[in-house]
């Protein structure tokens, strides 16, 4: 007989370990393919060492949802929650979904992961339900039941996924117990899938944005009794111990950094945008399917090819698309949205793009303007040091305070136009941006 236990080398956690129900789901279809997803799309052509996949993530997710369910249910509950942890037979059964659900979790993804998800998927579809249509396939359903013990394959959805996605499309209901499991995956605040993406994301792009002390943070982690926002009750939230908010701040203040320095990086964004300019005219109908099947024989290998061929077919529609990421020609930075022009006309972006267009005709230039997010950090409990438990905004003045959105505002102008259009728009700023909404701009 063949041994249960089984690890891997990552250069994130040194070892992660398994055993022989999770080798079977690494081994499966679905997750064997996320070895050919990139987990950053094309940032590899900006970064080189961001050539990591959505494999080895999944594996590092899983291996710190373990660290904190053992941190979380090894430690005296809080005496307001004396009766929230299951039973240690119970424990075994949960510890093996959340395991399992974490390796899951990223299964929908679409080939170069986010480049261009919202428009290349039919309304109301993202991968969280491409991962819940996987999960509910015969295929994984068959692994689960041969589990010891078997595992419900629902079970497995809802705190892979988790509450706020899954009600996106159905009607679903948690147990308090499978929201805070779902919570240590998916969670705003101490998600492992955050966690695991910013230290991963930072090593392999060889950026320094995204450390922080996450054997600190999960060390402090427990779970507290918050009141129900919405009944006169009592629940249980991931929060942490007062000893452990510095390294909570600290990954909020990560993850900032990494969109701003990283994820939003100009070329990175570019390249997304023929990236999906190319699926657009390469995909049958310009979208991907959502059947599982055909989800499952699609990768990143499949559309590099298709990009590569498709460079050296002058009559193809997805020809010019294709030659911007094959020869590495993308379009060029004309203008970023500056402070000074933002004062004068909120609107200063979407003037200069109008303007060029006029200028240089509309395949010449592209816009790329994202208003972001809120940046109103994650609320999570806080326990004293004499049991009391606040809030995390009571706690600490650095996430009281809200952090500037990482937005983007820019306009790229195709690579033999750049000197000419930066020449012209030297000459025309001022006017453009003031004049915009009054009518048009002259010579």
Not at 134 to 145: C, Q
Request: proline residues 6%; negative net charge.
């Amino acid at each position: 007989m063949g041994k249960d236990s089984h690890e891997i080398r990552d250069p994130i956690h040194v070892f992660a370990y398994f055993d022989s129900d999770e080798r079977s789901v690494i081994n499966s279809r679905p997750f064997q393919r996320l070895r050919s997803i990139h987990q950053l799309a094309l940032t590899y052509l900006v970064y080189p060492g961001a050539t990591h996949k959505r494999f080895e993530h999944s594996i590092g997710v899983m291996e710190l949802a373990e660290r904190i369910f053992k941190v979380i249910t090894q430690k005296k509950p809080h005496p307001k929650l004396e009766e929230s942890i299951p039973t240690p037979e119970k424990l075994a059964y949960w510890r093996k979904v959340l395991r399992i659900a974490a390796l899951c979790h990223d299964l929908g993804h679409l080939p170069f992961s986010h480049a261009a998800e919202k428009e290349l998927l039919p309304k109301s579809w993202n991968h969280e339900r491409l991962t819940v249509e996987i999960l509910r396939s015969d295929e994984m359903k068959n692994i689960f039941a041969k589990m010891i013990p078997p595992l419900e394959a629902e079970h497995v959805v809802k705190i892979s996924v988790g509450e706020k996605e899954l009600s996106k499309f159905e009607a679903i209901s948690f147990t308090p117990w499978e929201s805070l499991l779902s919570e240590i995956i998916t969670g705003n605040a101490f998600g492992v899938d955050r966690m695991d993406y910013l230290l991963r994301d930072s090593y392999h792009s060889g950026v320094a944005y995204g450390r922080f002390d996450h054997y600190r943070l999960i060390d402090t982690l427990q779970v507290l009794p918050v009141p129900d926002e919405r009944e006169e009750r009592t629940i249980s939230k991931l929060g942490v111990e007062v000893g452990g908010l510095h390294s909570a701040e600290a990954l909020l203040l990560a993850r900032y950094f990494m969109f701003s320095q990283l994820y939003m990086h100009s070329v990175r964004r570019i390249y997304d945008i023929h990236l999906k300019d190319f699926l657009k005219a390469w995909l049958p109908n310009g979208m991907y399917s959502t059947d599982v099947e055909h989800h499952l024989s699609i990768t990143d290998n499949e559309v590099t090819v298709a990009f590569n061929e498709i460079s050296r077919d002058s009559p193809n529609p997805a020809y010019e698309a294709a030659c911007r990421l094959a020869m590495r020609n993308h379009y060029k930075v004309l203008y970023v949205k500056n402070p000074e022009d933002m004062a004068k006309n909120p609107r200063a972006v979407t003037a200069i793009y109008e303007a060029a267009m006029k200028e240089f005709g509309p395949d010449s230039v592209i816009l790329d303007e994202d208003p972001g997010g809120s940046t109103q950090s994650p609320k999570f409990p806080v326990v004293e040091d004499d049991s009391r438990v606040v809030w995390s905004l009571q706690e600490s003045p650095i996430l009281r305070e809200k952090l500037p959105p990482v937005t983007v505002g820019r306009v790229y102008i195709a690579p033999n136009l750049r000197d000419k259009a930066k020449n012209w728009l030297n000459g025309h700023r001022t006017q453009i941006i003031e004049n915009h909404g009054e009518g048009t701009w002259t010579d």
